[in-house]
C-alpha cells in the first residue's frame, strides 16, 4: 500500500500560478503510475493529468498548454505545475496512484481556489 500526500494549493488570481506535490511513501514510487485529478463543487472527480511508469503524460483538453505533470522517482514525488489558472480550474486536486495490478490509492486532497 502506498501513502499519499498533496500540498501546495491555495487562493491564486486569475492568471497566476501554483505548483501543486504529492509525496508518496510505502511502496516502491516507480512503481506506480501517477495522476491529478480535482473535484469542483457539485460536479464529478476528472481527470486532469496523468504520467505513466516511463514517464509518458496525458492532459485533459481543459489543461493542455497550461499544466505540466512530472514526477521525481528519487524524491518519491509527482508535481502538477499549473500556469495561467482560470476561476473554472477550481476545484479539490487530488493525487492518484495506480499499481501495476490496477489497485487504486488516493490522497486526501489539496483545495485550489481561483479568483477572478
Known amino acids: 500500500q502506498v501513502q499519499l500526500v498533496e500540498s501546495g494549493g491555495g487562493l491564486v488570481q486569475a492568471g497566476g500560478s501554483l505548483r501543486l506535490s504529492c509525496a508518496t511513501s510505502?511502496?516502491?514510487?516507480?512503481?506506480?503510475?501517477m495522476g491529478w485529478f480535482r473535484q469542483a463543487p457539485g460536479k464529478e472527480r476528472e481527470l486532469v493529468a496523468a504520467?505513466?511508469?516511463?514517464?509518458?503524460?496525458d492532459y485533459a483538453d481543459s489543461v493542455k498548454g497550461r499544466f505540466t505533470i512530472s514526477r521525481d522517482n528519487a524524491k518519491n514525488t509527482v508535481y502538477l505545475q499549473m500556469n495561467s489558472l482560470k476561476p473554472e480550474d477550481t476545484a479539490v486536486y487530488y493525487c492518484?496512484?495506480?499499481?501495476?495490478?490496477?489497485?487504486?490509492?488516493w490522497g486526501k486532497g489539496t483545495l485550489v481556489t481561483v479568483s477572478s
Open positions: 504520467i505513466t511508469r516511463g514517464g509518458s503524460t
Open positions: 510505502g511502496r516502491t514510487f516507480s512503481d506506480y503510475a
Open positions: 492518484n496512484a495506480k499499481s501495476i495490478y490496477g489497485m487504486d490509492y
